[in-house]
């Protein structure tokens, strides 16, 4: 399949362009190398090549039709950095079934083809196709996405970053794998970064730099001219910039293509023999002999590592064998310590609030809102968060998107508290609905929406030091009564924090989902089927985070009783005062109009 673009363009919700301008042809059956520092726009391109997220601006075309085609479009298939967010089925064979039977492929040839796509990763089926996906290593996990990836038969099987994690047999085995590929007519896009292996089988290079194209053209010609990779950020291959030395040794006439290119051309020179006595100039035998005695050498090194550090000003070391490991930690961050102002900028207008107030108003918001029976003063608070929400710059359409997996499942809800088969007064297809019951289920899913609101506001707000000082502030007095509230606090702050985590990985799966399915648009979406596929997988991620999160608080040391260092400055001003002032007056002025309302 041969893909072009015309100056596309993609921009991230009120960010900068994270791809511009690109335009691109790839020929069909060739292997392209997609390359460029973190940040620098691949793996937006590379959705964008998919179809899994439109340009801004620009178009994509598919061999020589419009990428509306959607047909065109599923002839592309992905597989992402991380095959832990693309694997959804109970078993190997399931998860790459799934691809086929989107596509119609009747049952009796599917097995045939899983086990088809398994051999070309290197998996047996006989071994793989019963097991968990979930329970395999990195490794085989990615050759599953890859298997599930070329059972479509696809025109083009775009990678992104495919070798991370695999050991170098395996990412030699990929690599093999991926140019036996090339030569049976696919087209590839690899996004990369390790060059070492890629560049010397690729046809065309692509180096991206600040979502632009910054080279487009031949591996040799790029690593020929040191200054294009070094500008974009890059390291040149290992091969070639040992090339380049022995070139400029006179040990080669021209920089290498690879690393076996650069072994059969150093073998021809016999190497000059290794001299045993090397030291900078200036550096006498007596420094010499001091520098290689342990003790002077180890004395030596950390004092200047010291010195240096303290130079710099980065940090400051403390080496004194009395300082225990928290004392060393205080020093770089303690409570009034400048540096420490510095790194917690203060918000801009309420939202730079100190967090006590902030939690005042959530705690007294929640309690309102739960005693809060009639529409008035429900929609006045609907009001004044929808306010405070535009006055914080929250743009509606990330707002919607948080809300968006709630939405369903509180108009199921809705629907069904107004179900009524005994005072019916009307019905919608077989359901007989009362206008009581919907009006008391209406109130009931309003000030549950609008909890969930106040909680989106106060983090959204507020980030995770001051949100967790502040709580631990309020909590701190159940000390005294040996209630360990640090693990309160703690659980309360890493669960607010992972929100944006499960939401991220949310849509990731639903990428991989639209990647190996139907591309789902819209509502389509949240259709009960893809929630369905996409529950199992979240769980398990969910479930790896916390369990990765609690063992990394363990190896950290994490201790309940010990005195913690803060990490961010709690101050409490006038400003403050009235806040609390006021917050306490609009709560009891919402709470006076739900109760006479
Ligand atoms: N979901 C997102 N919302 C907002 N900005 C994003 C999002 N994803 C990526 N970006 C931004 O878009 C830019 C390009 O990101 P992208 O992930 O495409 O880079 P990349 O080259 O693939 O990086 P890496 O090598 O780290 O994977 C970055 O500035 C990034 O911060």
Redesign the pocket.
């Known amino acids: 399949m041969r893909i072009r673009t015309e100056h596309l363009f993609f921009c991230?919700?009120g960010?900068r362009p994270?791809v511009q301008d690109i335009s691109l042809d790839i020929p069909t059956g060739t292997l392209t190398v997609l390359c460029?520092v973190?940040?620098?726009?691949?793996?937006?391109l590379l959705r964008l090549l998919a179809d899994l997220a439109q340009p801004s601006s620009g178009q994509i075309l598919y061999d020589h039709g419009k990428k509306t085609d959607y047909k065109t479009a599923e002839a592309v298939s992905m597989v992402f950095?991380q095959p832990e967010t693309q694997l959804f089925a109970g078993t190997v064979h399931k998860d790459i079934e799934y691809g086929l039977m989107e596509r119609g492929v009747s049952k009796e040839k599917r097995t045939e083809i899983i086990a088809g796509a398994l051999a070309k990763t290197g998996l047996a089926y006989d071994e793989f196709a019963g097991r968990s996906p979930f329970l395999l290593s990195g490794g085989e996990k990615r050759r599953v996405c890859i298997a599930g990836a070329l059972a479509v038969q696809p025109g083009l099987l775009i990678l992104d970053e495919p070798t991370a994690g695999l050991d170098p047999q395996a990412a030699q085995a990929l690599l093999e794998m991926v140019q036996q590929l090339r030569s049976s007519g696919l087209t590839l896009i690899i996004?990369t970064?390790d060059l070492d292996s890629f560049l010397p089988v690729a046809d065309k290079v692509i180096v991206?730099k600040q979502?632009a194209i910054h080279y487009n053209g031949p591996a040799p010609a790029l690593t020929a001219d040191p200054g294009l990779l070094a500008d974009a950020g890059l390291t040149p291959p290992v091969y070639a910039s040992m090339g380049r030395r022995a070139v400029q040794h006179g040990l080669l006439e021209a920089v290498p293509d690879n690393l076996e290119e650069l072994l059969i051309g150093l073998e021809k020179h016999p190497l000059p023999m290794p001299q045993t006595d090397r030291w900078p100039a200036g550096t006498g035998a007596s420094a010499r002999s001091s520098a290689m005695s342990p003790g002077n050498q180890n004395t030596k090194t950390s004092e200047q590592h010291s010195a240096e550090y303290s130079l710099k000003g980065t940090w400051k070391r403390d080496h004194s064998p009395r300082s225990s490991r928290t004392e060393r930690v205080q020093t770089i961050i303690r409570p009034g310590n400048p540096r420490l102002e510095q790194n917690t900028p203060r918000r801009p207008g309420w939202q730079g609030l100190d967090p006590r107030a902030k939690w005042l108003g959530m705690i007294l918001g929640s309690l309102v809102l739960l005693g809060m029976n009639t529409l008035l003063p429900l929609l006045l608070t609907a009001g004044l968060l929808a306010g405070l929400a535009a006055s914080a710059r929250i743009s509606w359409r990330r707002a919607f998107r948080f809300f968006r997996p709630f939405l369903l499942m509180f108009l199921f809800l809705w629907l069904l508290s107004g179900l009524s088969w005994s005072s019916p007064d009307f019905a919608l297809g077989p359901l007989s609905l009362s206008y009581a019951g919907l009006v008391r289920g209406g109130i009931n899913v309003l000030r549950f929406l609008l909890l969930i609101a106040l909680g989106f506001l106060f983090t959204e707000t507020t980030t995770g030091a001051p949100l967790r000082e502040g709580l631990e502030w309020g909590i701190a007095p159940l000390r005294t009564l040996g209630i360990r509230t640090r693990n309160w606090s703690l659980a309360v702050s890493v669960t607010l924090q992972f929100v944006p985590w499960i939401l991220g990985k949310l849509a990731q799966l639903q990428l991989a989902l639209g990647s190996r399915g139907r591309r789902a648009r819209g509502v389509a979406r949240w259709s009960p089927r893809q929630i369905a596929l996409i529950i199992v997988p979240l769980l398990i991620l969910v479930l790896g985070m916390g369990d990765e999160l609690a063992t990394a608080v363990e190896s950290r040391g994490y201790d309940p009783a010990k005195q913690r260092t803060p990490v961010y400055q709690l101050r409490w001003s006038r400003r403050d005062t009235l806040a609390a002032l006021g917050i306490l007056a609009v709560a009891a002025m919402l709470w006076w109009v739900a109760r006479i309302s």
């Open positions: 991230y919700e960010g994270a460029g973190n940040g620098s726009g691949k793996s937006t950095q996004g970064h991206m979502g």
